[in-house]
């Protein structure tokens, strides 16, 4: 460790190498999970707002550490992302999301989408964009049973990059989806010129509409502005009765949350679609 100054470097040696420790401990974890097979995928329902629709899936990332026990995956995706692990990572749920809409196309249910999270280090790795055709292709899928979620965040530091890949992967016929709507910098306006045909609102607005007058207007007029634009718009996080009626007022399309569901095991979400 660096002196920061004569009286500092005692005090922040054991940290940062502690940290380090941890973060190699963890990243080795990851790469062994991936090797022994310790991911697996659960997959959450969204709704049309009345409820009676099942129309898609998320795919959501589980570990579960013969190490570390289960680990969430706010606590390792950042890691995998700082170390690159999340592109092969990746590739492994993209393979498994493919694999699960053939079973659902193979139940006559091709038209429930599956959707998938891309970290902003895939998207612009290397050949992403013919990986994705090749697992779709590997599958036997229509591309449209797929859904790409991206955040805001990737149009942070690459954005000629990002946007290129986005344009290709419509060019497939993936459906592209911003995730976490909100949180990050972009603007209605600069969405139009995104080769984007989803809008999902994050939870944190969703969690206060119920109290926040305020709140309520501004993901009023993100959806209407929305629909403006011709996009499908879906609430993550819905949780309570009276958040489904005030979205479904606003017409909100999807509904994903614990209201209608938890993430499910895939023979559970194989049931569920098969009952619709
Ligand atoms: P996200 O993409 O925003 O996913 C939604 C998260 O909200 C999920 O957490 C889901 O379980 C949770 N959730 C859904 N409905 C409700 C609700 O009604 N109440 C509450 N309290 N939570 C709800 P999860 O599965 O822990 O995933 C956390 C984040 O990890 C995801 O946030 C996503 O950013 C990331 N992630 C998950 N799987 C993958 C993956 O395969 N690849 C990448 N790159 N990131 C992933
Ligand atoms: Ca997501
Ligand atoms: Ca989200
Ligand atoms: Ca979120």
């Not at 700082?82 to 993209?94: D, K, R, S, Y």
């Not at 090749?134 to 690459?158: D, L, N, R």
């Not at 419509?170 to 592209?176: D, K, Y």
């Amino acid at each position: 460790a660096k002196k920061a100054g004569k009286n500092c470097w005692r005090f922040y040696e054991p940290v940062l190498l502690q940290e380090t420790n941890e973060k190699m401990v963890l990243t080795n974890g990851l790469r062994r999970g991936l090797e022994r097979g310790e991911f697996s995928l659960q997959y959450q329902p969204q709704f049309a707002s009345s409820g009676e629709y099942l129309v898609g899936f998320e795919a959501l990332l589980r570990w579960n550490s013969a190490d570390h026990g289960f680990m969430p995956p706010n606590r390792f995706i950042p890691l995998a992302e700082q170390t690159g692990l999340i592109v092969p990572i990746g590739e492994w749920v993209l393979t498994e999301a493919c694999r699960f809409a053939r079973r659902l196309s193979d139940m006559g249910k091709e038209d429930i989408h599956v959707a998938v999270n891309i970290s902003p280090r895939q998207l612009v790795s290397e050949n992403f964009v013919d990986k994705v055709r090749s697992c779709i292709e590997y599958a036997g899928i229509k591309p449209g049973q797929i859904e790409i979620e991206i955040t805001e965040s990737v149009f942070i530091e690459s954005v000629n990059d990002a946007v290129l890949k986005l344009c290709q992967l419509r060019e497939i016929g993936v459906i592209l989806s911003l995730d976490d709507f909100g949180t990050g910098y972009s603007s209605l306006t600069y969405l139009r010129s995104l080769p984007v045909g989803v809008l999902k609102i994050d939870k944190s607005f969703i969690d206060e509409i119920i109290n926040d007058q305020a709140q309520l207007h501004v993901v009023g007029a993100i959806i209407n502005l929305g629909h403006t634009l011709g996009l499908t718009i879906v609430a993550e996080g819905v949780e309570t009765e009276k958040q489904l009626k005030i979205l479904s007022e606003y017409r909100c399309d999807r509904i994903q949350g614990y209201i209608f569901s938890k993430p499910l095991t895939e023979e559970a979400a194989i049931e569920l679609a098969q009952g619709m």
